[in-house]
């Protein structure tokens, strides 16, 4: 798999505060790839640097190119969502191509499909309130897949929801992951998420942050959160975050 | 509920009506509803040869409409470009802090010597008591934009000016409508204060100032009853409007 993006001597500081110090990393092209570490380390300030929505110093290449500011190649799906309450769940979703000039009956063929998509069909012409947490979090993935961006970043996106439905959207993930075939970048804070979706999970220290280790996840999918190599996995990331 | 509204109306026209018939007792200094409301039909109906109601509503709706308009045209795009850039806000800022305290009749002398005694003199009047919180408020709204919706549209690859167009503006729109609704009260109110120097020879606020001349109390009081009740029609209709034009904040707000 070649390589999509890449991190070089990455250095980010808020005033005279070093946040991030020397990181290197790169994405393959097609992976889900986590980003884990303990709280306040650093990883949604590394995520908001790939989305171009942060001041750093070092490099940041996406194939080749240098980023410079936000951009819908790139396109982030945030914690709460942020979708617009003004806009019901089809005119979010057609947002990202309303702004690129797209034809209004395309931008909503293509919007329907993707709705249905991330199971949401019957639920257009709802408003963001009229939604849980879980339909909410599907709205946000579909406005941002129908860009059809090279990257999709997502910072802890299942964190609001409780503990059952996070599981669902796991599963929910990995089938529009696996249908889609999407390079994500992963935010996360549990471990066990990170090895239920990932190819391979980048470890953070504690602030300022550098880069531990990245640890390669090899277990077939559908995953067994009960199995022991999963157990296993889990452990070693465990001690790496100590 | 409605039962309630119908008493409440039938308490406030007995004690009106008492208070008339106890302690003044002057048909050329005040009247009882009993008189008003036959009085206020005569005006409405043209069946008095001094006073014709429709046409001084009309003329006074054209002068608010006139006066709002422009304020509501100029306070947004104002209030716009305040809350999207700080240099224009840090700009303006100061003159409007200025002239905002000054009440709109402390305008008039200023707009019959420019203007002199015509509709446009008037409408500047309403202009000047409609366009601060027109103004005002449009500002706060842009300005109180929250971040992440600015950031999701950014990723999502939006520009600058599908930024303004699809999250600043209708971000703010609540907050701009409410401006149109506090606006609307102040510059209907203008309407009368800007009337009553005689601009023209019809308006509601024009014919008050008659009326009293001719120490007709119940038309006095008819053309206040009708100002009142235009006032209220005018702020429903915007509430009306709001309702239609924001459906997405149904269940958000408790009205």
Not at chain 1, 59 to 86: C, H, N, S, T
Not at chain 1, 160 to 178: F, G, H, P, V
Not at chain 2, 158 to 180: C, E, Q
């Amino acid at each position: 798999m070649s390589e999509i993006l890449s991190v070089k001597r990455l250095k980010k500081k808020f005033g005279d505060l070093l946040v991030l110090d020397d990181i290197n990393f790169s994405v393959r092209e097609g992976e889900f790839f986590s980003i884990i570490g303990p709280s306040g380390c650093g990883k949604t300030t590394l995520l908001r640097i790939i989305a171009g929505l942060e001041s750093f110093e070092g490099e940041v290449l996406l194939k080749g190119r240098e980023i410079r500011g936000p951009g819908a190649d790139r396109v982030m799906v945030f914690q709460d969502y942020a979708l617009f309450p003004w806009r019901n769940v089809i005119r979010n979703v057609t947002f990202g191509l309303e702004v690129k000039g797209m034809r209004k009956d395309d931008s909503l063929k293509i919007a329907r499909e993707m709705i249905k998509i991330v199971g949401l069909s019957g639920f257009e012409e709802k408003y963001p309130h009229e939604l849980s947490g879980g339909m909410k979090q599907r709205v946000a993935l579909a406005r941002a897949l129908v860009c059809d961006p090279e990257l999709l970043l997502m910072d802890e996106p299942l964190s609001a929801l409780d503990a059952q439905t996070r599981l669902e959207m796991q599963e929910e993930l990995m089938r529009i992951w696996q249908k889609t075939k999407k390079t994500v970048i992963y935010v996360t804070h549990s471990i066990e998420e990170a090895v239920y979706l990932s190819d391979r999970i980048l470890v953070l220290s504690k602030r300022p942050a550098k880069v531990k280790d990245v640890v390669e996840v090899f277990l077939e999918r559908p995953r067994n959160r009960f199995s022991a190599e999963f157990a296993e996995i889990c452990l070693k990331l465990h001690s790496l975050l100590k | 509920m409605k039962a309630l509204t119908v008493v409440s109306i039938f308490i406030f026209l007995f004690f009106w009506e008492i208070f008339y018939w106890i302690f003044i007792k002057d048909p050329f200094l005040f009247s009882p509803p009993s008189r008003v409301f036959p009085t206020f039909f005569n005006i409405m109906t043209g069946r008095d040869p001094s006073f014709y109601l429709p046409a001084d509503i009309i003329y006074s709706l054209y002068h608010y409409f006139h006066g709002f308009s422009v304020a509501v045209m100029l306070g947004v795009s104002l209030g716009l470009l305040m809350g999207y850039s700080k240099k224009f806000e840090a700009l303006i800022s100061p003159i409007i802090e200025i002239l905002r305290p000054i009440p709109p009749i402390a305008w008039i002398p200023i707009a019959i010597l420019l203007l002199k005694l015509t509709h446009a003199a008037a409408a500047f009047i309403i202009f000047i008591g409609s366009f601060f919180p027109v103004l005002i408020n449009t500002r706060s709204g842009v300005a109180n934009v929250e971040i992440k919706y600015i950031e999701a549209a950014m990723t999502l690859g939006a520009k600058k000016s599908d930024i303004l167009r699809k999250v600043v503006i209708p971000s703010a729109m609540p907050s701009i409508f409410t401006g149109i609704r506090v606006g609307s009260g102040v510059a209907w109110m203008c309407v009368v204060a800007a009337e009553l120097f005689g601009v023209s020879a019809y308006g509601l606020g024009y014919q008050i100032e008659i009326a009293r001349l001719y120490h007709a109390p119940e038309v006095v009081l008819s053309y206040m009853l009708s100002i009142g009740l235009i006032g209220f029609l005018l702020d429903r209709f915007y509430r009306i409007l709001e309702h239609s034009l924001m459906k997405w904040r149904r269940g958000l707000v408790v009205e």
